[in-house]
């Protein structure tokens, strides 16, 4: 094997892995003096002339020249006898260069010098894509199902680099088949056993920000401000956005005309709620707005605490909860809060507080019911097993033994 022969069998390799002829270059002059200095103990007499362009690797041997009977080191020195041959005028003391052939190399270190080649190249293009990668965290890809398994999906980018979606990753709805498109945002880079791994998420905070950029112009180009962003992927989401120009509605931009903006990103998320409120640095003012689609009657800030006690009229603690208890969750996420909701009204003087029971209902079971907004007997009353099940994490025995329990209360 020459070397032209060993060059242009990297040349298809170098292409695929798009890296330039330089580098290219630099690898393959540090993988001949490698091997070179193996051979000789020492580099210091090599010179080596790599041309990518032809596929052509040269290597040059400086030996000085000596008296007939003083060579020392055939491979650093040359007796002026041999060296008059080369050349009439030289002498002694001189230099000699000569062109070491390929085929004093032998076909064993030509293979190990290949492979060593191999690696190199290898390692380059790993620490290509970790670099890559690594600045694009935060950043959208888009990319094609490759193979679909139980705990996670293997995607292929564009230059065919491997990327995985973790089931943890993926919104709960989301189901993917080989071949269709995804997008998600770049989560973190790792390096496992000196292979980067790339991992990408749907689920993080930053997808639905980079969604936002795409659909909406005005936050792409800074003329509004997303504050923060809270999820519960598949289920409901509220954004905080802020604009510092007057003249811009920054809740009307980001929906869009009859919501034609917020409708893509919708879409994506799998009909994911998403609640676009005007930000504020009124406390309560963004609380209330935090809350919607409730409507708040008053709020009780208790800031040493971070707690707010927020009061509303009964036919308005379903909607302030939500479903799952999820707009409750969000809305104190987003404000920094815990939420307390009461029932704002005329008091019935038949009901009693949940507290009441307590030396027979387990303290436990009457924070889950409170934190659906049900704090008195009749509030729970009110609710079926069902949607109560639904609702909290207690089991229908649970619940219909307190039921039995509230109603002996009333007969």
């Not at 009204?345 to 307590?358: K, N, P, R, T, Y």
Request: proline share 3%.
């Amino acid at each position: 094997m020459n070397s032209l022969e060993l060059v242009d069998s990297f040349s298809e390799f170098k292409e695929l892995k798009n890296i330039d002829k330089q580098t290219m270059q630099h690898v393959l002059e540090d993988v001949f003096r490698a091997m070179l200095k193996k051979k000789f103990n020492t580099d210091e007499h090599i010179d080596i002339v790599v041309n990518i362009d032809k596929g052509d690797v040269q290597i040059f041997l400086n030996k000085e020249i000596v008296d007939d009977g003083e060579v020392e080191d055939p491979n650093t020195e040359i007796a002026y006898s041999d060296a008059i041959k080369i050349e009439p005028d030289f002498e002694i003391g001189e230099e000699v260069t000569e062109e070491f052939k390929f085929a004093d190399f032998g076909r064993r270190n030509v293979l190990a010098l290949r492979q060593n080649l191999i690696s190199r190249i290898m390692e380059l293009e790993k620490d290509q894509l970790y670099n890559k990668y690594k600045e694009r965290i935060g950043e959208i890809v888009t990319g094609e199902v490759y193979q679909v398994w139980k705990k996670e999906i293997l995607i292929m980018d564009d230059d065919n680099n491997e990327l995985i979606l973790p089931k943890s990753e993926q919104i709960p709805s989301d189901f993917f088949k080989k071949g269709e498109s995804v997008r998600a945002v770049v989560a973190k880079v790792d390096m496992r056993n000196s292979t980067p791994v790339i991992i990408l998420s749907r689920t993080a905070p930053e997808f639905l920000e980079r969604l936002f950029e795409l659909e909406v112009p005005e936050v792409f180009d800074g003329l509004i401000t997303i504050k923060k962003i809270v999820r519960e992927p598949g289920e409901r989401a509220k954004v905080a956005v802020e604009s510092y120009d007057d003249r811009i509605d920054p809740v009307g931009a980001c929906v869009g005309m009859k919501g034609s903006r917020i409708h893509g990103i919708v879409r994506e998320l799998r009909n994911e709620n998403i609640d676009v409120i005007n930000y504020t640095s009124n406390q309560q003012l963004l609380i209330q707005r935090s809350l919607s689609p409730a409507k708040i009657t008053s709020m009780e800030i208790l800031d040493e605490e971070k707690r707010v006690k927020v009061f509303l009229k009964p036919d308005q603690v379903s909607l302030a909860i939500g479903k799952g208890g999820n707009n409750i969750k969000l809305a104190g996420k987003l404000c920094g809060f815990e939420i307390d909701v009461y029932r704002d009204g005329e008091v019935d003087i038949e009901d009693v507080d949940l507290e009441e029971f307590a030396d027979e209902i387990d303290s436990w079971i009457i924070d889950e019911l409170k934190a659906i907004g049900c704090d008195t007997a009749k509030s729970v009353l009110e609710i079926s097993v069902e949607d109560l099940v639904s609702r909290t994490d207690l089991e229908k025995e649970t619940i219909e033994e307190v039921f039995r329990i509230l109603k002996a209360e009333f007969e």
